[in-house]
C-alpha cells in the first residue's frame, strides 16, 4: 500500500506544481489569446488541479491494495491486479521460464520489490507489485526450485 500511496502523492505534487508554473507563465505573459478570467485569475488552474485530483490521491492507493492479490498453491501462481480494469492470471508453475525481482527508486526507498514471473507466452507472464524485499526474494527462489522440481518431473 505504501507504494501505491508513494506513487499517488508524487504524481499529485508533479501535477499540481507542473499547473502553477502554468499558472505563473501565463499570468505574467499577458497572452491575448489566453481567455481574460484565465489571465486575470490563473491561481484557478491550480486550485482546479488540485480538487480534481484530491478524490484520486485518496481513494486510489486503497482500491489498488484491495483488488492486487497473489497466491502460490501447488502448481499454480494466481495473480490479480488492476485498478480501473481487473486482470486475473494463473501461471502454471511448470510453465515458468524465469523469475526475476526489480526494484525502482520508490521501491527501494521503502523495502520493496517487484516480482516478474515470465513464461514463453506474453499473456501468461505475470507482475506481482509492492512485495516486501525478502517476501519477493524468497518467493522468486521458492518459484524458480517448483519450477526446475516440475520439469523435471515432466520429462
Known amino acids: 500500500m ?8 508524487f504524481g ?3 501535477l499540481v506544481g507542473c499547473s502553477i508554473l502554468i499558472a505563473q507563465w501565463v499570468g505574467g505573459s ?3 489569446w489566453v481567455p481574460g478570467w484565465f489571465a ?12 480534481l485530483t484530491t478524490p484520486f490521491l485518496v481513494a486510489e492507493p486503497f482500491v489498488r491494495y484491495a483488488v492486487h492479490r497473489w497466491e502460490l ?7 490479480r491486479s488492476g485498478f480501473l480494469t481487473r486482470e486475473w492470471v494463473f501461471v502454471p508453475v511448470s ?5 526475476d525481482k526489480a526494484q525502482g527508486w520508490v521501491e527501494r526507498l521503502l523495502g520493496l520489490a517487484t516480482l516478474e514471473i ?3 507466452s506474453h499473456a501468461g ?15 522468486a527462489e521458492e518459484l524458480a526450485h517448483r519450477a526446475e522440481q516440475l520439469r523435471d518431473d515432466a520429462t
Not at 40 to 51: A, K
Not at 73 to 79: L, R
Not at 95 to 99: E, N
Open 2 to 9: 505504501r507504494l501505491w500511496l508513494a506513487e499517488a502523492l
Open 12 to 14: 499529485f505534487v508533479l
Open 30 to 32: 499577458g497572452w491575448s
Open 40 to 51: 486575470d485569475d490563473p491561481w484557478l488552474l491550480p486550485v482546479g488541479v488540485g480538487v
Open 73 to 79: 498453491s501447488g502448481d499454480v501462481v494466481y495473480t
Open 95 to 99: 510453465r515458468i521460464q524465469t523469475v
Open 118 to 120: 515470465r513464461t514463453a
Open 125 to 139: 507472464s505475470s507482475t506481482i507489485k509492492g512485495l516486501d524485499y525478502t517476501v519477493a526474494a524468497g518467493l
